[in-house]
C-alpha cells in the first residue's frame, strides 16, 4: 500500500513540476511578445478584425432573407459565389505574398476591401449589386485572416526556443480573434436593434478602417523571401497525398460549419421561437470556452499532440451536429456551443500551424492552403444548403452536417502526414 502512495506522490509531484515548468515558459514567451516591438499592437489590430467578423457573420442570413427578399435557396447561391470568388483571390494573393508582394500591401488591400464591401452592404438594396460587391470587394476582405496569420508566423518565429512555443504563438494571436466573438455577437444584436441592418454594416465597416490602421501602423513593408520552393502551385501542392487528404478533410468539415452558420440562425428564430437577442447569446457561449483551450491546446500542439488534437475536435464536432437535431429550447443551444468551441479552439488554431508545419519556408502557401480548404468548405456549404434546405428542412440539415464531420474524422484517423 505504501509503495502505491509513493508511486502516486511521485507522479502528483512529477505532474507539479511539469505544470510549473509550463507556467514559467509560458510567461517567459508572453513577456518576450510583449517586448517585441509592435506585437501588442497587432494583437489588438487582430482583435478588430475578429469583431468586424463577429458583428456580421451571425447576422448575414437574417438581413438577406428579411431585408433585402433572398430566399433561404437564393442566400445559398448567394454565399456560394461570394465564396468561389473568396477561394480565387485567396489562391491568387498567396501566390503574390510569397514571391512578388509584401503582406503589409496585401494586407492593406484586404481591408480596403473590408471598408468597401460592407459600406456596399450598408446601403445597397438591389440584389445583383450585392452580388457583384460580394465578389469583388468582399471576397478581397477575406484574404485578411490567412495573410495576417501568415505574417505573425514569419515576423515572430525567430523568438520560438522550443517546439512548444511555436504552438503558443499562433495560439495567443487566435485567441485575440476570439475574444471578439465572446461579445462580439451580443452587441452586435443590439446595434441591429437600435440601428438596423445598415448601422450592423457601418459599424463593421470602421472596424476594418481600425484594422487598416494596425495594418499600416504595426505591419512592416519587407519584401517576400521569394524562395524558389514558393513558387511551387498550390495545384501541384495539393497532388501531395498528405497534404489533399488534410486539405479534404477540413474542406468537409467547414462545409459543415458553413451550413450550420446559416441554418441555426433561422432555425433558432423560425423553430425555437429565439430572437436576435438570443442569437448573441448563442454565439457568445463558444468562444468564452475556446480562449482558455487554446492556450492549453497550443502547449500540447507544440510537443507534438497536432495530429490527436486534431481526432478529438473531428470528435467534438461530430457530436455537436448530432445533438443540434435533437434541440427543442435555445438554452439547449447555447449548452452545445460549448462542444462548438473546442471543435473551433483546435479545428482553427491547432491546424493553421499543422498546414504551416507541412510547407516549411513556404508560410503564405501553407496558410493559403488552410484558407482554401475553409473557403472551399464554405462554398461546398452554402451551396449545399441552397440545396437541401426544402428536402431536410432546419432539422434535417443536421443529418448531413453530422455526416460530413464523420467523414472528417475518419480522414484525420487515417492521415498520417509525412516529413519534408
Known amino acids: 500500500m505504501s509503495a502505491f502512495g509513493c508511486g502516486d506522490a511521485d507522479a502528483r509531484l512529477a505532474a507539479a513540476d511539469e505544470n510549473r515548468v509550463i507556467l514559467v515558459n509560458l510567461r517567459t514567451f508572453i513577456g518576450g511578445l510583449r517586448a517585441h516591438p509592435g506585437f501588442p499592437g497587432l494583437l489588438g489590430t487582430t482583435l478588430a478584425l475578429g469583431i468586424a467578423h463577429s458583428f456580421v457573420?451571425?447576422?448575414?442570413a437574417i438581413w438577406a432573407t428579411?431585408?433585402?427578399?433572398?430566399?433561404s435557396s437564393a442566400f445559398g447561391v448567394f454565399m456560394t459565389v461570394a465564396a468561389l470568388c473568396a477561394v480565387v483571390v485567396g489562391t491568387t494573393v498567396a501566390r503574390w505574398s510569397d514571391v512578388a508582394v509584401s503582406r503589409r500591401t496585401?494586407?492593406?488591400?484586404g481591408a480596403l476591401g473590408g471598408v468597401c464591401g460592407y459600406l456596399g452592404y450598408a446601403f445597397v438594396k438591389e440584389p445583383v449589386v450585392l452580388v457583384g460587391i460580394a465578389m469583388t470587394v468582399i471576397a478581397l476582405s477575406t484574404i485578411c485572416?490567412?495573410?495576417?496569420?501568415?505574417?505573425?508566423?514569419?515576423?515572430f518565429d525567430g523568438l520560438r526556443t522550443d517546439a512548444a512555443r511555436g504552438g503558443?504563438?499562433?495560439?495567443?494571436?487566435?485567441?485575440?480573434f476570439s475574444v471578439a466573438w465572446t461579445a462580439g455577437p451580443a452587441v452586435g444584436a443590439v446595434v441591429v436593434q437600435y440601428f438596423g441592418f445598415r448601422g450592423l454594416f457601418i459599424s463593421a465597416a470602421l472596424l476594418y478602417v481600425i484594422f487598416l490602421f494596425g495594418v499600416r501602423r504595426f505591419v512592416p513593408q519587407t519584401p517576400p523571401k521569394a524562395e524558389p520552393a514558393a513558387k511551387v502551385p498550390v495545384w501541384r501542392v495539393l497532388m501531395r497525398g498528405d497534404i489533399l487528404a488534410a486539405f479534404v478533410a477540413f474542406l468537409v468539415v467547414f462545409a459543415a460549419h458553413a451550413i450550420n452558420m446559416i441554418n441555426l440562425p433561422l432555425m433558432i428564430t423560425r423553430e425555437l421561437g429565439g430572437s436576435a437577442r438570443d442569437l448573441g447569446f448563442v454565439f457568445g457561449v463558444g468562444p468564452v470556452v475556446e480562449i482558455p483551450l487554446m492556450i492549453w491546446f497550443g502547449h500540447l500542439a507544440g510537443r507534438g499532440y497536432q495530429r490527436r488534437l486534431m481526432i478529438v475536435g473531428a470528435a467534438a464536432t461530430v457530436l455537436y451536429f448530432a445533438l443540434l437535431g435533437f434541440v427543442a429550447h435555445t438554452w439547449q443551444v447555447m449548452l452545445l456551443q460549448m462542444l462548438s468551441g473546442v471543435s473551433f479552439a483546435i479545428l482553427t488554431n491547432i491546424a493553421i500551424l499543422f498546414f504551416q508545419d507541412?510547407?516549411?519556408?513556404?508560410?503564405?502557401?501553407?496558410?493559403?492552403?488552410?484558407?482554401n480548404a475553409g473557403n472551399t468548405g464554405n462554398l461546398a456549404g452554402y451551396l449545399l444548403f441552397g440545396l437541401l434546405i426544402e428536402p431536410f428542412q432546419h432539422r434535417g440539415l443536421y443529418i448531413v452536417c453530422t455526416a460530413l464531420g464523420t467523414i472528417t474524422l475518419i480522414v484525420i484517423s487515417w492521415l498520417r502526414p509525412r516529413a519534408t
Open 57 to 60: 457573420v451571425p447576422y448575414l
Open 66 to 71: 428579411e431585408q433585402i427578399g433572398f430566399s
Open 106 to 109: 496585401v494586407l492593406t488591400l
Open 145 to 155: 485572416f490567412p495573410q495576417l496569420f501568415a505574417h505573425v508566423r514569419e515576423r
Open 168 to 176: 503558443l504563438l499562433m495560439s495567443i494571436v487566435r485567441v485575440c
Open 358 to 371: 507541412l510547407l516549411p519556408g513556404q508560410t503564405g502557401l501553407g496558410t493559403a492552403v488552410f484558407a
